[in-house]
């Protein structure tokens, strides 16, 4: 071997010796003493933080251990539906009639059909205004049925790792025609006097819904309310108890509709008849033919698109939405009806053709896992765990990708919370030098103890890529916020010098 190759030798092995001893980084140094110093067990952290400038990770503890990422889970779905539905992908509304609409008489001498897409924005407002939309059509009355048709997801509304028995609202039902995010807002006000029941209504007013109210008003101002929905004879039930003390102020308590085609029929009927728009028949189910699709719709409602979702999912970590574009994802690409599993395998394919790192566990679009009950082919029924597992390492590799995608990354960093700022993050950094800085998704599963921060670092000089996942560590989930946020700051002192 000549001087030249004895060189070029020893020069690779030193490479490769640098590239796998991340430990001797002065970043990976501070980190590990952070960690000593707060006695928190490694065997429960995956830590990674990779330079973009050079796509090189310069802390790593546990990179490629698979953990569950609780909500930072939603890092995935947004990057794949920003891929294969596009920013600009819109879920249309279309309604279909299968009779004469006498325009002078406003009259459609028939049914009305509502055929859904998934459109997670059908709130309350959304659905006054798609009914205003029909009055400004001159539609008065229908003879006949409204018909809901939300074949373009499953029937299956509760995702695996999510609770059958949870009221509240961000384990809401999923549906392919959904009313309010699923959720009815339940408002509370005080009566004049002590003693007085306390005033309760609804929002939106969804016909067929049952409240149950035993709620009494007491002096002071501060009572203790108990709210809670659930399905009873076949109809949602808000039940309300407890107190409201007479100076408290009202408000909305949200809760999970217990019913999907039915909540959007009742929410749907009751904006008619708010707005004087007669149905004679009754609210039904079932599909539009293909007859009346053929045929074009009467009218069609466009929706917001989907990097507006994105940001709701981002800043909000609405579970709602990440399943709404995780079912549709498997519908546009594997063919209706959209269902978890045709989401997880089109958002599965996705990460191996981008030729990301490894292959993660996804069940689900939101990052909720749990035990539930499950049915075996002998009829007994089990408790199964379901989870999304992915590690650090592949959580900074995905944001290193998306971080070159020029057609949609300034929205998906625009979509996520910013530290001490908006959506998650907002009470959070505010007295550190990283507010706003920090451009995250936050995670959090009480029930196994996951507490989770991913996202960009943006410094002076330097911007990186991090993941930090905690499982089963630390005091409890503000120790752990107190940890992640420690270690941002560790490495953005040591990355930034005297400046810091």
Not at 16 to 45: M, W
């Amino acid at each position: 071997m000549d001087f030249r190759s004895k060189i070029m030798t020893v020069t690779a092995a030193l490479l490769v010796f640098c590239g796998a001893g991340i430990d001797a980084h002065p970043l990976q140094d501070a980190v590990n003493e952070l960690i000593k110093s707060r006695k928190y067990d490694t065997g429960g952290l995956g830590v990674v933080f990779r330079d973009l400038e050079t796509d090189s990770v310069v802390v790593a503890v546990n990179a490629d251990t698979p953990m569950n990422p609780a909500s930072v889970q939603k890092l995935v779905t947004g990057a794949a539906a920003f891929e294969i539905l596009g920013p600009g992908y819109v879920h249309t509304t279309r309604i279909y009639t299968d009779g004469e609409f006498v325009a002078d008489s406003g009259i459609i001498r028939g049914n009305l059909y509502v055929r859904g897409a998934g459109d997670p924005g059908l709130n309350a407002e959304k659905i006054w205004l798609l009914v205003q939309h029909l009055r400004h059509r001159g539609v008065k009355r229908v003879t006949g049925d409204i018909v809901i048709d939300n074949f373009f997801f499953d029937d299956v509304g509760v995702g695996p790792g999510f609770s059958e028995q949870e009221s509240r609202s961000y384990q809401a039902l999923i549906s392919a025609l959904p009313a309010n995010y699923s959720s009815v807002g339940v408002h509370h006000r005080p009566g004049a006097e002590a003693g007085d029941p306390v005033f309760i209504d609804m929002f939106p007013r969804v016909e067929g819904f049952k409240i149950n109210n035993t709620a009494k008003t007491v002096a002071g101002n501060r009572g203790k309310l108990d709210v809670t929905t659930a399905l009873s004879g076949g109809v949602t039930q808000i039940n309300v108890r407890g107190t409201m003390g007479i100076e408290e102020q009202p408000g909305y308590i949200y809760r999970r509709m217990w019913q999907s085609w039915e909540s959007f029929g009742g929410a749907f009927r009751g904006q008619c008849i708010e707005q004087g728009l007669r149905i004679d028949g009754k609210t039904v189910r079932r599909k539009v033919p293909d007859s009346l699709v053929t045929q074009g719709a009467f009218y069609a409602y466009g929706g917001e698109p989907v990097n507006e979702f994105v940001k709701h999912m981002f800043k909000w970590s609405s579970n709602f939405v990440s399943e709404m574009l995780f079912k549709t994802m498997g519908a546009v690409k594997l063919g209706e009806p959209g269902t978890w599993a045709k989401g997880a395998d089109v958002v599965s394919e996705w990460w191996e053709s981008r030729g990301l790192i490894g292959k993660p566990q996804i069940i689900n679009g939101s990052g909720m896992g749990g035990e539930q009950a499950s049915r075996g082919t002998d009829g007994a029924v089990g408790r199964v765990r379901y989870e999304n597992l992915i590690s650090a390492s592949q959580i900074t590799g995905l944001l290193a990708y998306v971080s070159k995608q020029k057609s949609y990354f300034p929205d998906y960093l625009a979509c996520l919370s910013s530290s001490g700022v908006d959506g998650t993050l907002t009470s959070r950094f505010r007295r550190s030098k990283l507010r706003g800085l920090v451009r995250g998704k936050t995670g959090t599963l009480n029930s196994v103890k996951v507490s989770a921060l991913a996202g960009y670092l943006l410094l002076d000089d330097k911007t990186y890529a991090f993941a930090i996942l905690c499982r089963d560590v630390g005091s409890g989930q503000h120790d752990n916020w107190v940890m992640q946020e420690q270690i941002l700051e560790q490495v953005a002192k040591v990355s930034e010098g005297s400046r810091w």
